[in-house]
Nanobody, 119 residues
Framework: EVQLVESGGGLVQPGGSLTLSCAAS????????MSWVRQAPGKGIEWVSA???????GYADSVKGRFTVSRDNRQNTMYLRLERLKTEDTGIYYC?????????????RGQGTQVTVSP
């Protein structure tokens, strides 16, 4: 059974930092690209970032230069480092299997972790 479990969300002030983790199981992690998407309150899904099998990366313009995606294939885990956070970064962050850079809810995803950026 494919499982993706996000962790690391929380409440942080503007300008602060967080690191999200996505623990994967039930498939050969190293063979798949992985993605992060988010959903702000009352809004649709927004693609955030993705990383391919060889650790090539992509970022939405809204987070480029502030977020960094990485992966550890030995630990079957993907990370998202969030820096210089803004209030508009608030939302539920989901990790997903595959390179999903469309603003739709990915079919293979975790349950999400809440990130709240507030003074």
């Amino acid at each position: 059974e494919v499982q993706l479990v996000e962790s690391g969300g929380g409440l942080v002030q503007p300008g602060g930092s967080l690191t999200l983790s996505c623990a994967a199981s039930g498939f050969t992690f190293s063979l798949y690209a992985m993605s992060w998407v988010r959903q702000a309150p009352g809004k649709g899904i927004e693609w955030v970032s993705a990383i391919d099998r060889r650790s090539g990366t992509g970022y939405a313009d809204s987070v480029k230069g502030r977020f960094t995606v990485s992966r550890d294939n030995r630990q079957n885990t993907m990370y998202l480092r969030l820096e210089r956070l803004k209030t508009e970064d608030t939302g539920i962050y989901y990790c997903a299997r595959d390179w999903v850079d469309t603003n739709t809810l990915p079919p293979v995803r975790g349950q999400g972790t809440q990130v709240t950026v507030s003074p």
